[in-house]
């Protein structure tokens, strides 16, 4: 019997000393991996660093209107003698180059490290990723259409994380920036608005002021208590399209883009999707009229486990009805409540750390130091 319990003490050590030398393969494995990461990164901080230590005596050269932006060169920095060389930690003869770029986000500033040593650390843009991206077997990813890159079908790696979110990238724009939708509705309901409608008699909203609606003052108080400076800093205002379309229960409008954009509300930082971005998310070719049903065929933007919402357009035939996104497009009294898919703007410049655009492996923006 003490045979039998001498054996099994040995063979336990030798067990327990397998899994000790295991672990320690695989934390010795995890740092060669990560470790020339961790070095760019420290680099980055270091830029970011000077940055605020140059803008610290430079406050006159700081962007003054809000979102703003200014650079500082990595030379630059060299020169006022805050940062020393940089140079690229896996070959000590190249020097990298960069910038650090400030924006103003209301009374403070973001700085945002832009580095690169050729070869073996360079941005990634989340736009390019997107133009290069190529459609699957199925037809499922992105197309150009019009001088736009949009995602179309129903199985698209299109999912982003970004500001603790994630989120669905619609487009990018003619100018570059990238459309984002939040992948899932909020749990919020909210009114389109509810003031009094002298054509209706009561207090079902009005559609023909978007300045003053409701839902666009919800959209903003979204934008300022769900976003940090940071976020701010990476998200861009634009013009929302807010045109109003003929829709009844017997027939609808064409969508058009033109229809939309009729009607602008300029400078806007969030906002809500409008019927042509649903329209053009389908691959089906009778997805023609806005109350199709074959728009739901092969469309990402028709899951209404995801996507419940408000969109930005309203009818022509009175000045209370709001169309809304559920599986496919329909109307609402503005003065009911509905859940909502905000909407939101990137530039061109966010850099992508990981990911692949799946909802399990998101692309992941890099976030500001």
Request: proline share 2%.
């Given at each position: 019997m003490k045979n039998i319990i001498e054996y099994i003490k040995d063979k336990s050590y030798y067990l327990l000393g397998g899994i000790v030398v295991v672990i320690i393969l695989l934390i010795i494995i995890n740092a060669c991996s990560n470790g020339s990461g961790n070095k760019y990164e420290k680099i980055e901080q270091k830029m970011v660093n000077a940055a605020k230590s140059y803008y610290a005596s430079h406050e006159k050269n700081l962007p003054?209107?809000?979102?703003?932006?200014?650079?500082?060169?990595?030379?630059?920095?060299?020169?006022?003698?805050?940062?020393?060389?940089?140079?690229?930690?896996?070959?000590?003869?190249?020097?990298?180059?960069?910038?650090?770029e400030v924006t103003k986000v209301g009374k403070e500033y973001s700085y945002t490290p832009f580095l690169v040593c050729k070869g073996n650390y360079e941005p990634k843009y989340l736009t390019d990723i997107v133009k290069s991206s190529k459609q699957d077997e199925y037809g499922n990813g992105v197309y150009?259409?019009?001088?736009?890159?949009?995602?179309?079908?129903?199985?698209?790696?299109?999912?982003?994380?970004f500001n603790n979110q994630l989120w669905r990238i619609?487009?990018?724009?003619?100018?570059?920036?990238?459309?984002?939708?939040?992948?899932?509705?909020t749990d919020d309901s909210y009114v389109w608005d509810n003031a009094y409608n002298s054509e209706r008699k009561e207090s079902v909203g009005i559609t023909t002021d978007y300045l003053h609606?409701?839902?666009?003052?919800?959209?903003?108080?979204?934008?300022?208590?769900?976003?940090?400076?940071d976020a701010k800093a990476k998200t861009i205002s634009?013009?929302?399209?807010?045109?109003?379309?003929?829709?009844?229960?017997?027939?609808?409008?064409?969508?058009?883009?033109?229809?939309?954009?009729?009607?602008?509300?300029?400078?806007?930082k969030i906002g809500l999707l409008v019927p042509s971005d649903y329209k053009n998310a389908s691959l089906n070719e009778k997805c023609?009229?806005?109350?199709?049903?074959?728009?739901?065929?092969?469309?990402?933007?028709?899951?209404?486990?995801?996507?419940?919402?408000?969109?930005?357009?309203?009818?022509?035939?009175n000045t209370y009805m709001v169309l809304f996104l559920s599986g496919t497009?329909?109307?609402?009294?503005?003065?009911?409540?509905?859940?909502?898919?905000?909407?939101?703007y990137l530039n061109d410049k966010n850099i992508v750390l990981s990911g692949n655009g799946t909802s399990d492996v998101p692309y992941t923006v890099k976030w500001n130091l």
């Amino acid at each position: 019997m003490k045979n039998i319990i001498e054996y099994i003490k040995d063979k336990s050590y030798y067990l327990l000393g397998g899994i000790v030398v295991v672990i320690i393969l695989l934390i010795i494995i995890n740092a060669c991996s990560n470790g020339s990461g961790n070095k760019y990164e420290k680099i980055e901080q270091k830029m970011v660093n000077a940055a605020k230590s140059y803008y610290a005596s430079h406050e006159k050269n700081l962007p003054k209107e809000e979102s703003g932006t200014v650079k500082v060169t990595i030379n630059t920095l060299i020169e006022a003698e805050l940062l020393k060389e940089v140079k690229d930690p896996n070959n000590k003869d190249q020097d990298c180059s960069g910038y650090v770029e400030v924006t103003k986000v209301g009374k403070e500033y973001s700085y945002t490290p832009f580095l690169v040593c050729k070869g073996n650390y360079e941005p990634k843009y989340l736009t390019d990723i997107v133009k290069s991206s190529k459609q699957d077997e199925y037809g499922n990813g992105v197309y150009e259409m019009g001088g736009e890159y949009v995602y179309r079908g129903d199985d698209v790696k299109n999912y982003v994380s970004f500001n603790n979110q994630l989120w669905r990238i619609v487009k990018i724009d003619s100018e570059g920036d990238i459309k984002l939708v939040l992948a899932k509705y909020t749990d919020d309901s909210y009114v389109w608005d509810n003031a009094y409608n002298s054509e209706r008699k009561e207090s079902v909203g009005i559609t023909t002021d978007y300045l003053h609606t409701k839902i666009r003052k919800s959209l903003n108080s979204y934008y300022d208590n769900n976003f940090d400076k940071d976020a701010k800093a990476k998200t861009i205002s634009k013009n929302v399209c807010i045109g109003k379309y003929d829709i009844d229960n017997y027939t609808s409008d064409t969508f058009s883009v033109e229809k939309e954009c009729s009607m602008v509300k300029e400078n806007e930082k969030i906002g809500l999707l409008v019927p042509s971005d649903y329209k053009n998310a389908s691959l089906n070719e009778k997805c023609i009229k806005v109350e199709s049903s074959e728009c739901e065929n092969r469309n990402y933007l028709s899951n209404n486990d995801e996507f419940n919402t408000w969109l930005l357009s309203s009818t022509t035939k009175n000045t209370y009805m709001v169309l809304f996104l559920s599986g496919t497009i329909d109307e609402n009294l503005a003065s009911n409540e509905m859940r909502i898919n905000p909407v939101i703007y990137l530039n061109d410049k966010n850099i992508v750390l990981s990911g692949n655009g799946t909802s399990d492996v998101p692309y992941t923006v890099k976030w500001n130091l």
